[in-house]
């Protein structure tokens, strides 16, 4: 009975240390964090005022645990009791938690109680990590972008070295052939004909009045032709892609990022243009964001830009001292430079097409959000914009009053569904006035 009991303890005991090392582990674990969680918790609650390695609204994060551990002694139990109430922690006293408030200004942190220890595990072992190196870019990128290749891979320089090489060869052979025909005639006892004077090939062609009239005709024809063709093309700026003073990529912020483009140019809905944001509005988010994700700058090294770089332009341009985190007052004018423009004479109105109309943005100037430097993507001619106009079928739902005004012109004009030219897109006090 006795070794009964003696067993059952050891067995015990077995169990219950194996209890105490999975919590143990389970701590551990936890404490430790997946810093991929991390980073998109930090992302959600903390980048508009932090970031991991320079002062913002507040201080630099990075190592924040391991530092307040080093120079204050303070546990990870006050970081959690810090997150979910500054405010308390500030009131009821704390040396540390004033002396934060007092750098900054008297700037209160936000509350986090809903983050969980788990959550905040996650943010400190992302915040614990080393900051990656910089990219550099790589030998086929160091000159500030990649060798021109053709399309199937070979450089142009070595399909031009190969056409010389044939076209020398194909001079040797014919020299050769000449040089053998005519020894062949000479051990043959062929004489070969001399030469006699006879008229130049120009001067029989100049006697002949045919081919004259035939070529004056052409040469006629040729150049209204061309001629014609130039001056169409006086005002068209299709394929128009100036460089501006600060680089912009749409690509980054209307693709990568889906910024909505009436954001920026919010002037679209309601006026005859769309504007030019202000600067003010590219500062509502850079005034925390100074640098892009390492990945986004590496695509820039790829394709000789500097998107850090071009922030600190911004800076420049504002007046935003990004160490201090204030405004210095001394601010520059950028002169960007305009690629969409239509003559004097031409009314367009971005309101009636983008309010009304309910058109896209990408209707007239292209895929936008795939472009790195903005180009003018159409001709924006008279004729493009007709086109659009007997096209382009007017929208009418869940609009009860004009579905049957538009039902009884429909019959009218003897059509499915009315188009903008049917509407009076097509009358010249549209679009001249």
């Known amino acids: 009975m006795k070794q009964v009991i003696h ?13 105490i090392l999975l919590a143990f582990t389970t701590s551990l674990s936890a404490q430790d964090g997946d810093p991929a ?3 998109s918790l930090f992302n959600t609650n903390c980048a508009a005022c932090h970031h991991l390695d320079k002062k913002m609204t507040g201080p630099a994060l990075r190592h924040v645990e391991q530092r307040l551990a080093d120079d204050k002694g303070l546990d990870r139990d006050w970081i959690y009791a810090w997150i979910r109430n500054s405010p308390a922690m500030i009131k009821s006293g704390d040396a540390y938690a004033n002396e934060v408030f007092n750098e900054y200004g008297g700037a209160a942190m936000t509350p986090f109680p809903q983050l969980s220890d788990e959550d905040l595990n996650n943010i400190l072992a992302y915040t614990a990590q080393e900051k990656p190196a910089p990219a550099t870019p790589g030998p086929e990128t160091a000159g500030g972008g990649q060798a021109t290749t053709a399309s199937g ?14 076209f020398v060869l194909l001079a040797a052979g014919l020299y050769l052939v000449n040089k053998t025909l005519r020894r062949f005639a000479a051990a043959q006892d062929i004489d070969l004909p001399e030469v006699t004077d006879r008229k130049p090939l120009w001067k029989v062609f100049v006697e002949n009045q045919f081919l004259m009239l035939v070529t004056a005709i052409f040469f006629l024809l040729a150049s ?25 990529s749409h690509k980054i912020h209307a693709g990568d ?25 590219c500062m509502n988010c850079h005034k925390t964001i100074s640098e892009v994700a390492p990945e986004t700058q590496a695509e820039g090294v790829a394709i000789g830009q500097d998107y850090n770089a071009e922030i600190q332009e911004l800076y420049v341009a504002v007046g935003w001292s990004d160490a201090d985190q204030r405004y210095t007052g001394e601010s520059k004018p950028v002169k960007w430079v305009r690629i969409h423009n239509l003559p004097d004479f031409v009314y367009f109105n971005h309101a009636q097409h983008v309010s009304v109309g309910g058109q896209e943005c990408q209707t007239c100037h292209g895929p936008v959000e795939e472009m790195e430097v903005l180009y003018q993507h159409a001709p924006l001619t008279m004729g493009w914009c007709v086109e659009c106009h007997r096209t382009t079928n007017v929208n009418v739902a869940d609009n009860a009053y004009y579905e049957k005004i538009h039902e009884e012109l429909s019959k009218k004009y003897g059509v499915e569904q009315l188009t903008v030219a049917e509407m009076g897109g097509l009358e010249c006090g549209k679009c001249h006035y």
């Open 7 to 19: 067993r059952r303890l050891g067995e015990n005991i077995l169990r219950f240390g194996l209890v």
């Open 37 to 39: 969680k991390g980073k």
């Open 153 to 166: 891979g070979i450089s142009n320089e070595l399909i031009l070295g190969a056409l010389a090489i044939l």
């Open 224 to 248: 209204a032709y061309f001629a014609f063709g130039y001056f169409m093309q006086i005002g068209i700026d299709q394929g128009y892609q100036p460089v501006q003073p600060i680089h912009f």
């Open 257 to 281: 990022n889906s910024i909505d483009c009436k954001y920026c140019h919010s002037s679209a809905r309601v006026s005859k243009t769309s504007g030019i944001p202000s600067l003010n509005v």
